[in-house]
């Protein structure tokens, strides 16, 4: 009993953003001085290693791939380990890629670019070191193709080994590893650079606010806020403020209740249910309140509301979502995607706000 009890107020506490993220859970895992010595890397050490079926393969090109897009976020690259560096940046690219163990689940393990045991086709595994010291941090990017023998045979290409470290390459060039490092180092005034300069793509623009979020730098705030301006990258900003402090409480409220744009709406409740859910902040409370309640709020945005309110359990939600639930129980439209969204946000916010006295 004991132990089930324990496991749902693990899975409250995950649900309300109070645990860790992978982000954070990285940053508590050094010391302070270890810390600070990633708040200052600016030299960085670049080795890389190619591995084909017939052995090891020039492995030039990877380190120039490497080297010049670190360089494009400011990082001083060198190329012999005798000079000077802060840190050591490994590339480790094969046509076939070594079985590396059982990889952790949750967290990191479960995104896209973490490393896969089940994968066994051409991929790079990057890694860094710090004073002599392997850290936890670990992407593996992937060709489109498992197999480089049929693929490179389909491409009428000579050598499969030769043929998979250059569609390697291919993928490292478009791989966001500089904007990934320069987060896990605790440096946004890098990412602020990189979002200011005129020649960054939109799509870059997006991840570099999505990590500005996860890192929950204060100081990127301000850039945020003018970053609503452009349409095309309000939401990610929404979002991405939710993971800051509470000073975007009142910039996401109004938004919420002003923007003409439904999921820029949704974006701020969103935002809110971030906020209130890992500062404990119930004054998020009322205003999505008044926003469920609001007879014209679309459904997509009640949906994100709903979500919010169940990561701040409170007392007064608790009615107020009994009554919506029942509204809706009323609609038989089984062939609605977005009813049927909206009823499970609602159903599990009730759990959460109805439950949270038996485990506070």
């Not at 890629?97 to 066994?120: C, I, M, N, V």
């Not at 993928?171 to 200011?196: C, I, S």
């Not at 359990?313 to 009615?319: A, L, T």
């Not at 009323?330 to 499970?344: F, G, H, T």
């Amino acid at each position: 009993m004991q132990r089930l009890l324990a496991l749902h107020i693990l899975l409250l506490l995950l649900s309300l953003g109070i645990l860790a993220s992978p982000a954070s859970a990285y940053r508590e895992y050094f010391t302070p001085e270890q810390k600070t010595q990633l708040e200052k890397i600016q030299t960085v050490l670049v080795e890389a290693i190619a591995l084909t079926d017939k052995g090891g393969a020039d492995s030039g090109s990877l380190v120039e791939v490497a080297s010049r897009r670190l360089g494009e976020v400011g990082y001083t690259v060198v190329q012999d380990s005798a000079k000077p560096h802060d840190v050591v940046f490994r590339v480790k690219c094969e046509q076939r890629k070594t079985w590396e163990g059982t990889t952790a689940a949750g967290g990191d393990a479960d995104l896209p670019d973490a490393p896969s045991r089940l994968w066994k086709g051409p991929a790079c595994q990057l890694t860094y070191v710090l004073g002599g010291m392997k850290i936890k941090w670990q992407k593996e990017v992937r060709t489109e193709f498992e197999d480089a023998v049929a693929a490179a045979h389909e491409a009428q290409a000579a050598e499969p080994g030769a043929y998979a470290i250059a569609k390697l390459k291919e993928a490292l060039e478009k791989y966001e590893f500089p904007l990934l490092l320069a987060a896990e180092w605790g440096q946004p005034d890098r990412l602020l650079r990189v979002l200011d300069s005129a020649d960054t793509s939109h799509a870059r623009k997006v991840k570099i606010i999505s990590l500005l979020g996860e890192m929950q730098a204060d100081e990127a705030l301000p850039k945020l806020k003018e970053a609503l301006k452009d349409r095309d990258l309000a939401k990610q900003a929404l979002v991405a403020m939710g993971n800051l402090g509470r000073d975007g409480i009142p910039l996401l409220v109004d938004i919420m209740n002003t923007s003409p744009q439904p999921e820029v709406q949704a974006a701020a409740a969103k935002g809110l249910g971030q906020i209130g859910g890992i500062h404990g902040d119930p004054s998020v409370v009322l205003p999505l309140l008044a926003k469920l309640q609001d007879p014209k709020t679309d459904w997509a945005v009640l949906t994100e509301v709903a979500w919010a309110l169940g990561k701040i359990p409170d007392k007064r939600s608790i009615q107020p979502l009994y009554d919506i639930d029942k509204k809706l129980q009323a609609i038989r439209d089984p062939e609605n995607v977005s009813l049927k969204k909206l009823k499970e946000a609602v159903f599990w916010a009730i759990k959460q706000c109805d439950t949270w006295d038996q485990y506070s």
